[in-house]
């Protein structure tokens, strides 16, 4: 019987071209065709007689045939078009198509499986290719949709539409957005005249001209205009981009282009605008001009007033020279070392007030700096950004106003000095005519009281003295001879002197490692004592003075910090700009220079003051002077301080001839009988020409001089002609030749000590000074001084 069936399907699938399967109703292959054995490279004789998902390696045991075959078996059911997709050995991968019946013959026993096959590979790519080509269009779709909302989108936020228009016929076509920036809808007339209707009258020609220059000279439209938007009448700015397109022959065709409402930009820069033109003006107003510096580059930038403050244009080198340059000569290293160290290492912000020189007119005028820094990462400066204000007429002011308050404070000081003299004046006058009108030759008591009346005129000149020393302080003059020493023995000394008899208690808080200062000790015992009687006449009842000195560190170096502290009725807030003033006084005795004695040693002293008083409990007065670079030599000594502890009684050991020049005859008169009490002999000479040839002598007896000098007193100052410093100069250019090398032993005089002469004495020539007025006392002590020195040198 099987053999029968194999016949049978053997009959039928030799006539299918496709490859064709047939199967026993167990799925055992019963007989294949040609087609399947080509198609899978199999050999017929390998699979027939086999079960089907065995064959070729178990290729064919796909599990979703087996589900199809085994409803054929057991329902009749019949499956067309199952597409299955495997990979096959010997040719590749495949993609095939089945199809398969379940047949009944009438006389075959049992029923066949025929199982067809069709190799759809090349189709199903073909299907794949075409499905690629169709989801790249559909791609495109999506691109171009999406493009076309975010253009939307995009013109709907930026306030820009596009539009074509036809140059022929005048019509145009808009996007959405365009709409809303016209204020029209589709109903509107898309035409020529429609555009037109929304430029303002005023605009019309120059807009339209604008359009026929750019259609005629071929280039592209970029306009700013404004339209009226037919909606609202509202009036926007708009700013139109355009292109012409040209056909073959180069007639223009259309114009492909887009505006956009700028109505908000173009108010900012408006407003921006008016805000430069009035920022401009104020700063014109107020001479105030802006600068940006970069100091990565070293260039700054400057504004328009700036560059008129500073008298530059625009083809001035901004650069750091540039502006040192600008700088006056007298300020540049003080900015120099302002800019390095402030700014650049300490970082504060830049607040300056210094001069410049215009190079437009060479002209000096004062600014003032205002900056702010800005540092990157490591914290190092990378740019300042500031004003700088021209302040000359206000420092011209400001000059006028101090000129002012001095013109009104010499009036003040000129009447106070007036009547303190006066009183001073009065007094020895009248002890002087006590005295004469007292003295009997017949009366021995007549003399003693003579004596005793000459005694209280000299106490009068005595304080005659140091009235004029305190005014030469206060004034411009009195410039300090300074030594370098310690603060602390001196402030002690001068305070307790100063608080003898009184009920004050002092308490002393004095550094021991006080840093030594650079001082003149005359002046600065002045300062404490004044200090020290201005505390005790605020506590007349008594009570606590602590006087303090300490080492600080300020920002300009080490500093000697000393205070007064007292607990008295303190100071008048109102008062406290007026203390320093001169003849300014809250107390009923007084004449008022004390503080102002005290402010100007101090700041002769390079050093400051300051107060801190609250009425009722008490004040305390701080001062700081700078230490000094060097430490004091054991010997340092002030000659003045010496010539005071000398006693007057003593005459000087060694006698000798002094020449004293002069132009006053009473001080000629004076220091004639000082020298000749002390043993001297006196020449005199009242002009320069005369000192230089006693000291000298003429040319033709330059080797035989008449007199030898032992000493000379040259005053510094004699009117209309050359004074001590010139004839010192000549006499020490000669001295060698004419006097064997002798040297002699010069002092300089004068009543005012301004002169650098008077505070450097050595330096011109000089060994040493004597101030006016003087007395016996301070005449003896320096001449003993030097001579004897000299002396001793000689026997050596």
């Known amino acids: 019987m099987f053999d029968g069936v194999k016949e049978y399907a053997a009959s039928i699938v030799e006539t299918v071209r496709e490859p064709l399967l047939v199967l026993s109703s167990d799925l055992k292959i019963l007989t294949v065709n040609r087609s399947f054995c080509n198609t899978f490279k199999i050999s017929i004789d390998k699979i027939v007689g086999k079960f089907i998902y065995d064959i070729d390696d178990h290729q064919w045991d796909i599990p979703s045939l087996r589900l199809l075959l085994n ?17 096959f050995t010997g040719i590749g991968r495949k993609n095939i198509l089945l199809n398969a019946r379940k047949i009944h013959g009438k006389d075959v026993d049992p029923s066949i499986i025929l199982l067809a096959m069709e190799d759809i590979t090349l189709l199903k790519e073909k299907e794949r290719e075409k499905e690629k080509e169709r989801e790249k269009e559909r791609e495109k779709e999506r691109e171009l949709r999406e493009n076309e909302r975010f253009l939307r989108e995009s013109q709907k936020a930026a306030g820009i539409g596009s539009y074509v228009t036809d140059l022929a016929t005048g019509i145009w076509k808009i996007s959405p957005e365009m709409y809303n920036i016209l204020g029209i809808d589709e109903s509107y007339p898309h035409t020529l005249e429609g555009w037109a209707s929304f430029l303002p009258a005023d605009t019309q020609e120059e807009v339209f001209a604008y359009h026929t220059r750019v259609e005629s000279e071929r280039k592209r439209f970029d306009y700013e205009y404004r339209i009226i938007r037919f909606k609202d009448k509202e009036e926007r700015w708009v700013h139109g981009l355009g292109e012409i397109e040209y056909d073959n022959q180069g007639k223009p065709v259309r114009r492909i282009g887009t505006i956009q409402d700028i109505t908000e930009r173009k108010q900012m820069e408006i407003a921006l605008k008016e805000q430069e033109y009035f920022f401009k003006e104020s700063q014109q107003a107020a001479l105030i001009g802006s600068y940006k510096t970069n100091f990565i580059s070293g260039s700054w930038e400057s504004s328009e007033v700036l560059d008129q403050i500073f008298g530059i244009d625009q083809s001035y080198k901004r650069t750091m020279e540039g502006w040192l340059k600008l700088i006056h000569p007298d300020d540049k290293e003080m900015m120099e070392h302002y800019l390095n160290q402030e700014l650049m290492v300490k970082h504060k912000p830049f607040n300056k007030v210094y001069r410049i020189i215009r190079p437009s007119d060479h002209e000096t005028r004062w600014v003032s700096g205002l900056g702010k820094i800005s540092c990157d990462k490591e914290g190092k400066v990378i740019s300042l950004i500031g004003t700088i204000q021209d302040i000359t007429e206000r420092k011209k002011t400001e000059e006028m106003l101090q000129n002012n308050q001095k013109l009104e404070a010499l009036g003040v000081l000129g009447g106070g000095i007036a009547h303190d003299f006066n009183n001073l004046l009065s007094g020895i006058f009248g002890y002087i005519e006590i005295a004469r009108n007292t003295l009997d030759k017949d009366d021995p008591r007549s003399i003693v009281k003579g004596i005793e009346y000459l005694e209280k005129a000299l106490s009068s000149f005595v304080r005659a003295k140091d009235l004029t020393q305190q005014l030469l302080t206060f004034s411009q003059g009195g410039a300090p001879i300074k030594e370098i020493g310690s603060l602390g023995p001196l402030i002690k000394e001068c305070t307790e002197f100063a608080l003898v008899g009184s009920n004050i208690l002092c308490l002393f808080q004095l550094a021991e490692d006080l840093l030594f ?172 020409q005369e000192a230089l040839e006693m000291l000298l002598g003429s040319v033709s007896e330059s080797e035989k001089m008449k007199t030898v000098f032992v000493a000379a007193i040259l005053d510094l100052t004699i009117p209309g002609g050359a004074g001590g410093k010139e004839v010192i100069s000549k006499v020490r250019e000669r001295e060698d030749e004419v006097n064997h090398n002798h040297k002699l032993i010069a002092f300089v005089c004068s009543g005012y000590s301004d002169d650098p002469v008077m505070s450097n004495p050595s330096q011109y020539g000089f060994n040493d000074t004597i101030y006016k007025p003087f007395r016996k006392n301070d005449v003896d002590a320096i001449l003993r001084r030097y001579l004897n020195k000299k002396n001793k040198d000689n026997l050596r």
């Open 517 to 688: 200062c650079d001082f003149d000790k005359n002046q600065m015992g002045q300062v404490f004592s004044n200090l020290a009687i201005n505390a005790k006449q605020a506590m007349p009842h008594g009570g606590k003075l602590v006087v303090s000195a300490r080492n600080v560190d300020l920002e300009n170096g080490q500093y000697v910090q000393i205070s007064f502290a007292d607990e008295g009725c303190g100071i008048p807030h109102h008062c406290l700009l007026q203390i320093f003033d001169p003849f300014f006084t809250t107390k009923q005795t007084g004449h008022g220079l004390g503080l102002s004695i005290v402010h100007s040693i101090v700041t002769k002293h390079n050093g400051a003051i300051r107060v801190e008083s609250i009425e009722g409990k008490g004040t305390t007065m701080i001062l700081s002077f700078p230490a000094a670079l060097e430490e004091a030599s054991a010997s340092t000594v002030s000659v003045v301080n010496k010539a005071c502890t000398v006693s007057s009684s003593s005459t000087a050991s060694t006698k000798g001839h002094i020449l004293v020049m002069d132009d006053e005859e009473c001080i000629r008169d004076i220091i004639e009988q000082m020298l000749t009490d002390l043993g001297y002999e006196v020449s005199f000479a009242i002009n320069a």
């Open 71 to 87: 409803e054929i078996v057991l329902k009749d059911s019949v499956f067309n078009d199952y597409e299955v997709e495997r990979d």
